[in-house]
């Protein structure tokens, strides 16, 4: 089977998340021949992984590179697409939806000489400032935020931030079977455009949720750029949520969004993360003192705050109960691993707190506590849980995303932001050794029976099978 | 240049990580003071479970109000509570509703609308963007002062190696610099040097066999031609890369050195402001990014734009300057940093208008009048070349109105008309370089009408609205 795997800045060219997902994925299932395609900020990179034998190409579809115009006529139709497009996508009707489809067919229709993009050196701000000026008027009498003004620095910057979004409708796919777009959005651009072009199928996996991601990274544009651009994301996503002949989201939590969102919820199927049990066998043994692991990126989203804050409550009642705390510092984030070194201080806990960096393999910073945390405020499916229930260490985790339906029975579940609750959690754990043993032992069996990487592997194998 | 725009699009010059991970993370609220269920809920005895979640989506949403306010729609708001740990399961527990979009509702229909405020007028602060503007002027005119100095030598030595040096060091910079923005997009200034090293690199190797193959003698006119092109390859890195302060010392010492005319000590300063000019190029942070062919044709018609001026430049200004600095060149080193300066000017009312109106038409007519302005400023050279004929020498006359033709061409490339650019250095070149042309009456006379046709030209690209986009 001749499947193109499509990826938005993730694999092959970045390491970990997604790309490991990707990577074991593809040489998971030797038997497909992959067409990898990934859409990039600009070309020129080198893989960061080495890519199996069964991926047959790696197509790149910069962004911000160069791009070579359509002709005079094609760039004529190109503003009349757009015009279209920008209708649909400000609207929030039937009708709207198909305003924008049309539109953006019309863009990728292939009609242009290959590899010319239609929208380049096309100025489409005119029609953006019709089209928003009409859907101003109509929201007046809506219910629902009106929309802001719309500058014409503003128009200029959306007209030229869609141009760019679109880039990937001219780049064309090897022929292929099935189409797979590892994330809503920009991926699922180039899926739609295919299906329409030669009838390809397509199915679209959502780590995260692509149009919740934009929604919190839409930080600091001007109200008319973010309302703009939500919008062309908002009309983009329900269009190919609409389109795929099937949608994995990895926990139900997200599916939601893809129902809301016109998804029909009988093409969602959640197929959930998989880890190999052998790469994170049981750990028999536990440390002597009471030590709480915690593995993962610093970063606000992981709300370290509160589990360190939760250490005070634990260690009242476990007086030498540890934090363990592995995982690198992302760039931008060294403020933020400093606020929490400064919290550790101020609460005189710099002694019990270990801040131990990067490790190379996860299991070993669960083998140094005798409970995994995961304090997040947001995750999607962690693989941090899955990994510390597939080590056979007990949980205490937050009450987010798509973690308590990963858990199930087999951890502690407390709600967010409640160092009491989390310091509880950790502290009866660490006091009943049975209780916490029973957990370690049901939350290994849990994901030996979900969460295996060869389960996840086989999903794919019978969706591929179901849908091509 | 790539705006940054995180979230909205991938915008990093490589990729690291996902493309949606630009630096930045997501915004999460980071309000919510009261976690839920909460003690410091209010909590009293007699509270209904229905009135303790009132109570709570009150105070939940006067802790929202703000990203409420600026919300584009419900789903904004779910994300947010979502970012922030609310999930079903919190909605219906805490707060009494079905689920997180229907709290996301509840709380968008709590906040009050509030008049729309007029947009804000918006543009960087104009002081420091013209003290960066007259150094920029500085190192764009180094080579040509520093041939000015030294005009007597040049016009000394095969005209290969002085002049022509001069003409291809020019149109090499002007071609290169616009290949070096084009990879300074996707590459950054590590990438942008690197280009450009390359390239001036080529030229010299290209010149220095020209030189050999007709026969130029070692070494002073390989050494000449090697210090002018390595004049404008220190310049066009410097100006390309954003490095224009620290370039100019080393631009200092060279104009010291001249000065003096000491001619060691000159090479020893070039070679200063080569190294500082070229520093990025070592930097480990360079990006990845290709320039295509098209952005090379565009370039090859700034090499012609800065060739027809190095040429006018030569014949006008430092041509038959009999051993002195010649006074020809005061028009030209005026002019070209009052005409960034008022460009300077003309950008920043553009950009306040834009970030002010909404009304295409209304930004015409604001744009035609900024225009007139400058085109008043502009149009000076054409207004006192006239008037100086018969009062100054002829070449001054000509070396005013040949900087109203510069400005002029600055202003039609900054707005994207290479053609009438090209137009109007090219025809003005090639008239007074024939050989039967008396230099002078033909430059001042082909140079005016090169002012008369460029100014209106010049003022509807002024006032054409797509040029700034």
Not at chain 1, 11 to 31: F, I, K, N, Q
Not at chain 1, 134 to 156: S, V
Not at chain 2, 66 to 92: I, T, W, Y
Not at chain 2, 386 to 399: D, H, K
Request: glycine share 8%; with cysteine.
């Amino acid at each position: 089977m001749r499947i193109a795997l499509v990826n938005e800045g993730t694999y092959p060219y970045a390491t970990g998340g997604v790309s490991t997902w990707c990577d074991h994925l593809v040489r998971g299932l030797p038997e497909v021949d992959y067409h990898l395609m990934a859409i990039v900020a600009v070309d020129g990179a080198r893989p960061a992984l080495a890519l199996p034998d069964n991926v047959r190409s790696l197509t790149t579809a910069p962004l911000w590179d160069p791009a070579r115009p359509a002709s005079r006529s094609g760039r004529r139709r190109a503003v009349r697409a757009a015009a279209l497009l920008f209708e649909g996508m400000l609207g929030d009707t039937a009708e709207d939806i198909a305003a924008f489809e049309a539109g953006l067919r019309a863009l990728a229709a292939p009609t242009r000489p290959r590899g010319r993009h239609p929208l380049a050196e096309v100025s489409t701000v005119d029609p953006l400032l019709a089209a928003w000026a009409r859907a101003r008027d109509r929201d007046g009498a809506g219910d629902g935020p009106p929309l802001p003004r719309l500058t014409l620095r503003d128009a200029a910057e959306v007209a030229m931030l869609v141009e760019h979004a679109l880039r990937p409708l001219a780049v064309a796919l090897p022929e292929v079977e099935l189409c797979h777009a590892n994330a809503n959005g920009l991926s699922s651009l180039v899926a739609l455009a295919t299906k329409w072009r030669t009838g390809t199928p397509f199915v679209m996996t959502e780590h995260g949720v692509y149009l919740r991601e934009r929604y919190l990274g839409a930080v600091h544009a001007t109200a008319g750029v973010k309302a703009a651009m939500l919008r062309f994301h908002r009309a983009l996503a329900r269009l190919a949520y609409a389109e795929a002949d099937l949608i994995a989201p990895v926990t139900s939590f997200n599916r939601r969004w893809a129902v809301r969102h016109g998804a029909d919820p009988a093409k969602v199927v959640v197929v959930a993360n998989g880890v190999d049990p052998a790469r994170f066998a049981p750990l028999h043994d536990e440390p002597d003192a009471p030590v709480i692991s915690w593995i993962g990126r610093i970063d606000p989203l992981k709300d370290l705050h509160t589990l360190i804050r939760a250490l005070p409550h634990i260690r009242a009642t476990v007086p030498d109960a540890r934090l363990h705390l592995a995982g690198p510092v992302p760039p931008g984030n060294a403020e933020y691993a400093q606020s929490c070194r400064s919290l550790a201080a101020d609460l005189g806990l710099s002694g019990a707190v270990d801040f131990v960096g990067p490790v190379a393999n996860s299991r070993n910073a669960f083998a140094a506590g005798r409970v995994a945390a995961l304090s997040s405020i947001s995750e999607g499916m962690p693989y941090t849980v899955i990994e510390a229930m597939m080590c056979a260490r007990a949980t205490v985790s937050t009450d987010v995303g798509g973690v308590a339906e990963t858990v199930g029975d087999t951890g502690v579940v407390v709600p967010p932001r409640d160092p009491a609750a989390f310091g509880a959690a950790c502290a009866a754990l660490l006091t009943d050794t049975s209780r916490r043993r029973a957990l370690a032992a049901g939350g290994r069996a849990r994901a030996v029976a979900r969460y295996t990487l060869d389960r996840c592997l086989s999903a794919y194998r019978d969706l591929y099978a179901q849908v091509a | 240049m790539r705006p940054h725009h995180p979230g909205l699009l991938p915008s990093g010059p490589a990729v690291d990580g996902s493309a949606l991970d630009t630096g930045h993370p997501p915004r999460f609220i980071g309000v919510v003071r009261r976690p839920w269920p909460a003690p410091a809920f209010p909590r009293t005895d007699d509270a209904t479970p229905d009135q303790l979640a009132e109570q709570r989506l009150a105070a939940l949403a006067v802790d929202l109000a703000d990203a409420c306010r600026a919300a584009v729609d419900v789903d904004e708001v779910a994300a947010l509570l979502e970012a922030s740990g609310v999930n079903d399961r919190v909605a219906q527990r805490a707060y009494a509703q079905p689920g997180v979009f229907a709290l996301a509702d509840a709380l968008l229909r709590r906040v009050p609308r509030v008049a729309e405020e007029p947009a804000p007028p918006t543009a960087p602060p104009l002081r420091p963007r013209a003290i960066s503007t007259l150094v920029r002027a500085a190192l764009y005119l180094t080579p040509a002062v520093l041939a000015a100095g030294v005009s007597t030598e040049l016009s000394r030595l095969p005209v290969l190696a002085g002049p022509g040096a001069l003409v291809a060091g020019w149109a090499g910079a002007q071609g290169l610099s616009y290949l070096g923005y084009v990879r300074l997009n996707t590459a950054g200034p590590a990438g942008a040097a690197r280009l450009l090293m390359a390239g001036f690199g080529a030229l010299a190797a290209v010149w220095g066999m020209v030189l050999w193959w007709i026969g130029v003698p070692w070494p002073t006119g390989y050494v000449v031609a090697g210090a002018q092109l390595a004049l404008f390859a220190a310049v066009t890195a410097a100006l390309v890369t954003g490095k224009e302060l620290r370039a100019l010392g080393g631009a200092a010492l060279c104009w010291t050195a001249a000065a003096f005319g000491a001619g060691g000590w000159l090479l020893a300063a070039l070679g200063v402001l080569l190294v500082v000019a070229y520093l990025p190029a070592w930097s480990r942070r360079s990006g990845i990014g290709r320039v295509g062919i098209r952005p090379v044709f565009a370039a090859g018609g700034h090499a012609v734009i800065g060739a027809g001026q190095a040429v006018l430049c030569y014949v006008i200004v430092l041509a038959g300057s009999a051993g002195q600095v010649p006074l020809a060149a005061v028009p030209v080193i005026v002019a070209v940093p009052l005409i960034e300066l008022t460009l300077l000017w003309h950008q920043h009312r553009i950009t306040i208008a834009l970030s002010v109106l909404d009304d295409p038409v209304v930004f015409r007519h604001r744009a035609a009048r900024v225009s007139a302005g400058s085109l008043a400023v502009l149009a000076v050279p054409a207004v006192a070349g006239p008037a100086l004929a018969g009062v100054a020498p002829p070449r001054l006359v000509a070396a005013v109105l040949l900087a109203g033709a510069f400005a002029l061409t600055l202003v039609l490339v900054a707005h994207r008309r290479p053609g009438p650019a090209m137009a109007l250095v090219g025809v003005p070149t090639a008239l007074v370089t024939l050989p039967a042309a008396a230099p002078m009456s033909t430059a001042i006379v082909v140079l005016l009408v090169a002012n008369m046709i460029g100014l209106p030209v010049a003022y509807q690209a002024m006032c054409d609205p797509a040029s700034y986009r």
